[in-house]
């Protein structure tokens, strides 16, 4: 066995909150060995697995009664290339935004809007991480996830994902799909997406008219740094709730009482809203009580000052969406995985 299995660990290192629970085991998988290991012990011992990443999408309200499998797997290859497209694969435990380093110094392009994302490769399928209008959906090119109720290997195409917004079968069956290692296919030839928020505007104030896909990725790294807390600063999960999609009636509706109401109409004729704006208009931004709060600068993002716990954030998610709920009629949904 060489799977190392420890006792009573404390996941405050393991979950970006910084909350202090405790796992009832604990150990890391740095191969498919120890990922196969994880799951014939915890069949042995009876005993529930969580897997995770980096812990930067979690919520934990409790000590966790399971075997807590950190993915800790290495490794990055090209796979393919016809000299336009090439196919790179990363393991799931490589942490997810050195690997968007790596495919830009191969000079490969696809990635780079998703720079500074905390955590790990192999959790990104999960909600199918998006920023800055590209979600991994779009470049992704399959996907290799152990089946943990039979125990066999499966591939999974994109269709077979049935990615939505922060959202995938992988997230809508928790706890079946393990997920090993995951397949980009990025481009020679950059085709840049820079119309989303302030990306153009920071490349032209640094007097870049003709960016590469590195100067998208440090300019995104740079809007990035001024307007999220960094979780090694103070604790949090990045965006706590998803944007609400609403039919435009509503929205409307909305937008009388509201008149600077932000909506961005979608492919189906529904509306976008910013929560973060929702959550501002219902006076939230700032709010602290003991150490959970709103960040003062991004209503979006829940902070830990120190000690709070996760049902103390938790309780305040509740307050936040019941308030939201009654002055809007607009349910937010929370996005980080709740244990
Ligand atoms: P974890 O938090 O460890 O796990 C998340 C979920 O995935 C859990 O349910 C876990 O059980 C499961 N899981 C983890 N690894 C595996 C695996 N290998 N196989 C199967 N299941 C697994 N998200 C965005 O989409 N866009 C952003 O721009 C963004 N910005 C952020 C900024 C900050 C400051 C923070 C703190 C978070 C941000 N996030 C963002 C959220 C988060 O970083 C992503 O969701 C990330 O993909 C989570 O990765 P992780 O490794 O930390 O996952
Ligand atoms: P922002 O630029 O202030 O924009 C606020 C919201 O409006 C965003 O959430 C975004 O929705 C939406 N938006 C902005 N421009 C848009 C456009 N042109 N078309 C459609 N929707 C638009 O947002 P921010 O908080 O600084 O975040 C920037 C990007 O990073 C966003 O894409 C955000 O999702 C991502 N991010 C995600 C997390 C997370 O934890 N999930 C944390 C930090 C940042 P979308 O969120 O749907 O893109």
Known sequence: ?????????SLKPFNTFGVDVQAQQFAEAHNDADVREA??????????????????????TADIPALVLRMATRGLRLLSDDGQRVVVEAEAGETWHPFVLWTLG???????????????????PMQNIGAYGVEIKDVFAGLTALDRQTGELREFSVDECDFAYRDSLFKRQAGRW??????????????????????????TEQGIDQP?????????????????PDPAVLGNAGSF?????????????????????VGYPQADGQVKLAAGWLIEQAGWKGFREADAGVH???????????EATGLQLLQLAQKIQQDVARR???????????Y
């Open 1 to 9: 066995m060489t799977l190392q299995v420890q006792d009573r660990v």
């Open 39 to 60: 799951l014939a012990y915890c069949a042995e011992q009876q005993l529930p697995l969580l897997v995770i990443g980096g812990g930067s999408n979690l919520l934990l």
């Open 106 to 124: 191969q000079g490969l392009s696809g990635l780079e809007n998703l720079s500074l994302i905390p955590g790990t490769v192999g959790a990104a």
């Open 178 to 203: 393990l997920i090993l290692r995951v397949r980009f296919t990025l481009q020679r030839v950059a085709h840049l997406h820079l119309e989303y928020g302030p990306v153009r505007q920071r490349l």
């Open 212 to 228: 590469t896909a590195s100067d998208v990725s440090r300019a995104i790294c740079s809007i990035r740094s001024e307007k999220l």
């Open 241 to 261: 709730f998803k944007n609400p999609v609403i039919p435009a009636a509503l929205a409307a509706e909305i937008k009388l009482q509201y008149p600077g109401l």
């Open 296 to 306: 003062r600068l991004q209503s979006l993002v829940l902070v830990n000052y120190g």
């Open 328 to 338: 809007f009629k607009v349910n937010l949904e929370m996005e980080p995985n709740l």
